[in-house]
């Protein structure tokens, strides 16, 4: 079992940057694949990028592809997104998830395969 917490959201304009952090408690945050999502008003959730247990792989969705990196710091227990050239298209709330895996290199873009979620952090981008 994990709790995961968001924060760093906000409002900001477009063209700008903001970072996400995700606080993971327990210790056993190392054995989970990571993910973040997102969930525009009126959509439905889609996926942003995940990054593997190790931190070694990522993978990310082509709108946001050159924009927005994962990292993780497992001595932190925290995953990260950092999102630059924001665009108005990006607003939305935005979730971290937790994977338990046994593989250290593979990464998930399919929401059923996280167990365990946030409660969101809401991201504006105003133009």
């Known amino acids: 079992q994990v709790q995961l917490v968001e924060s760093g959201g906000g409002l900001v304009q477009a063209g700008g940057s903001l970072r996400l952090s995700c606080a993971a408690s327990?210790?056993?945050?190392?054995?989970?694949?990571m993910g973040w999502f997102r969930q525009a008003p009126g959509k439905e959730r889609e996926f942003v990028a995940t990054?593997?247990?190790?931190?070694?792989?990522?993978y990310y969705a082509d709108t946001v592809k050159g924009r927005f990196t994962i990292s993780r710091d497992n001595a932190k227990n925290t995953v990260y997104l950092q999102m630059n050239s924001l665009k108005p298209e990006d607003t939305a709330d935005y979730f971290c998830?937790?994977?338990?895996?046994?593989?250290?290199?593979?990464?998930?873009?399919?929401?059923?395969?996280?167990?365990?979620w946030g409660q969101g952090t809401q991201v504006t981008v105003s133009s």
């Open positions: 327990g210790r056993t945050f190392s054995t989970y694949s």
């Open positions: 990054i593997s247990r190790n931190g070694d792989r990522t």
């Open positions: 998830a937790a994977n338990p895996t046994s593989s250290y290199y593979t990464v998930y873009s399919n929401a059923p395969s996280y167990d365990f």
